[in-house]
C-alpha cells in the first residue's frame, strides 16, 4: 500500500515538475521574440505596430486564461 503511494506521489511530483519546465521554456520564447521585437523598433527596421500588436496578443491570451481559471 505504501509502496502504491509513493509511485503516485512520485508521479505528480514528476507531473508538475514537466509542467513547470515547460511553462518556462514557453515563457523563455515569448520573451525572446518580444525583446527582438523591441530591439527592431529601436534601431527603427519595423514600425512599432507590430510590437503593439504583440503585446496586445499577449495581455488577450494573459487575460483569457485567467478568466477560464475563475
Known sequence: MADGTHKERAR???ERAY???LRGM???VVLVI???LAYLVSIDRI???ALLLYAGVLLGYILCSVWRQK
Open 19 to 21: 509542467g513547470m519546465v
Open 12 to 14: 505528480e511530483v514528476s
Open 47 to 49: 514600425d512599432g505596430g
Open 34 to 36: 518580444f525583446a527582438g
Open 26 to 28: 514557453a515563457a523563455l
